[in-house]
């Protein structure tokens, strides 16, 4: 069993605690993973004041220059992706396609920002003044701090790390406790591809100590976070204090609808991949499905039929569908919301347990679990749940099936199932989310898209696209005036 260390000042080195955490196989708690430092504030320290060096270095750096590394790094990922796939699922616990997907997604991101040094665009404008040019251009913020969560420990690191350092950022980097292995290997592969080692920072530990440090210090004015809104909220708070650049990543409570005239077979497929695929560990996960009064009856059937024939089981092994969920508090919670659906009066059609198999004893395991009947308002509807749970809930209308999508707190994806052309649009203009599929599932985002959410999901930053360049760059304005006189704005112009 190996011991891992933090990288800090350029060097791998143990924590200054000297304490450590153990990080274990969710499918199988008696295989150890690993031993990872559970640092202190001491630690987050000296990591900022030598990613502060780092930057003041990577920011002279040219932007195709820094693309270059991003490019490298996508090369290594590509030549390691079944082993990170592998350790990933040890670690985390979805099955490998999904892992495999997950680094995928990285490599995606690295290449999109590899090229992306090439643009980092700004602007040049004609000035109202003679004689002067008007341009915008694009400068580094300094030293980001990089929170993630477990159920995208590849995708989402990258999502956050490639373009801060492409725009010439240094990155304070803390993955979650649960998948701190990959995090490593990220960071391995960054240092690989030839980034200057001190403009990378690794620390591992938990929220509370490390996170915490990192959010409330002076040095590191950009902080991007993707977890629960519960720590959002708090992360917020520090950040809107001290007047932080702040990208919030958080709930979900994602819809998919099925209407009368959708193709079923193709509604069926989504639902299934969108609602069980990780686990419904997903901000993204299918987490109620609208179904309309003429399919309602049929199409749940099916549905059920389909989700108890999912395969529960380790991620490395062949045939496995769903795997366990990340740890025994995610279990426990995923089961207070089943006795929270009986005590509303909800039909409980599938799963609602823990699975019986002698295998599966070792593992943070939960069955597929279908709920119909739900009401809308009710809890089982309106909550975040992170689990497999599935809430069907019927509808007579589309108008019905739209206002119920949007009346919850959160708004990151919703998914229409329809062949109707005129309301697919409609449904793209009216359904409060930051993202729309049409005959989708509410999962599968794509990094050169923008992803994020509306209301409480996030606070309006988004990852991905060009608009995440936005967030980790300062627009700045420059004037050059070469007309040798005092020209005065407003005053002097052609049109005065
Ligand atoms: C998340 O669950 O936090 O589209 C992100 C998706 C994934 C990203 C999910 N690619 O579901």
């Known amino acids: 069993m190996t011991t891992f260390k933090n990288f800090i000042g350029g060097e791998w080195v143990e924590p200054s605690t000297g304490d450590y955490f153990e990080n274990r196989n969710p499918a199988d708690t008696t295989d150890l993973v690993g031993r990872f430092p559970r640092s202190g504030a001491e630690d987050v320290q000296r990591a900022v004041e030598s990613a502060q060096r780092g930057f003041a270095l990577w920011r002279r750096t040219p932007a195709p220059a820094r693309g270059d590394v991003l490019r490298r790094v996508g090369d290594l990922m590509v030549r390691r992706k079944e082993e990170i796939a592998d350790l990933m699922t040890r670690e985390m616990g979805k099955p490998l396609n999904e892992t495999r997907g997950d680094v995928q997604e990285g490599i995606d991101t690295a290449f999109y920002a590899a090229t992306e040094g090439r643009r980092l665009f700004g602007h040049t404008v004609p000035s109202e003044l003679r004689s002067k040019w008007a341009m915008s251009f694009r400068r580094p913020v300094g030293v980001c701090g990089i929170i993630t969560p477990f159920n995208f420990p590849m995708a989402i690191p990258t999502w956050k ?236 209308s589309a108008d019905e099936a739209f206002r119920i999508n949007n009346d919850v707190k959160y708004g990151l994806s919703s998914s229409l199932y329809t062949r109707d052309v005129n309301l697919a649009f409609r449904a793209l203009e009216t359904l409060d989310n930051g993202i729309t599929y049409i005959n989708a599932p509410t999962i599968g985002a794509e990094a050169h898209l923008p992803f994020g959410g509306v209301k409480q999901t996030g606070n309006g930053h988004r990852e991905g696209g060009w608009e995440v360049y936005e967030f980790y760059s300062e627009t700045k304005v420059g004037y050059l005036d070469y007309s040798g006189t005092l020209q005065r704005a407003q005053i002097d112009n052609y049109l005065g």
């Not at 958080?250 to 077979?265: R, Y």
């Not at 969108?274 to 997903?282: E, Y």
């Not at 309602?296 to 395969?311: M, P, Q, Y």
């Open 161 to 396: 790390m490639f373009p801060a350092l492409l725009c010439g950022n240094a990155c304070v980097f803390k993955p979650a406790e649960d998948v701190p292995h990959t995090g490593h290997v990220l960071v391995e592969i960054l240092l690989e591809a030839g980034l200057p080692p001190e403009v990378i920072q690794l620390v591992h530990g938990f929220g509370e100590t490390v996170g915490k440090s990192i959010v409330e210090h002076p040095d590191v004015p950009v902080i991007s976070f993707t977890g629960s809104t519960e720590t959002g909220r708090i992360v917020g708070e520090t950040c809107g204090r001290m007047h932080k650049r702040l990208s919030l990543e958080m709930g979900g409570k994602n819809a998919q609808i099925v209407l009368d005239d959708a193709d079923l077979d193709l509604a069926l497929e989504g639902v299934l991949w969108g609602a069980f695929g990780t686990t419904g560990q997903r901000c993204t996960a299918t987490s109620r499905l609208i179904l309309q009064k003429g399919i309602h009856d049929r199409f749940l059937a099916d549905l059920e039929k389909r989700a108890s024939a999912l395969r529960l089981g380790d991620g490395r092994k062949d045939g496995t569908d769903v795997g366990p969920l990340i740890h025994e508090a995610s279990r426990e919670k995923v089961e207070s919301y089943v006795e929270i659906g009986q005590k509303e009066k909800a039909d409980l059609v599938l799963g609602g347990e823990r699975p019986s198999g002698k295998d599966l004893q070792n593992g943070h395991f939960f069955q597929p679990t279908i709920f119909a009947g739900v009401k809308a308002g009710s809890r089982l509807e309106q909550e975040e749940i992170f689990g497999p749970v599935l809430s069907v809930i019927r509808v007579d």
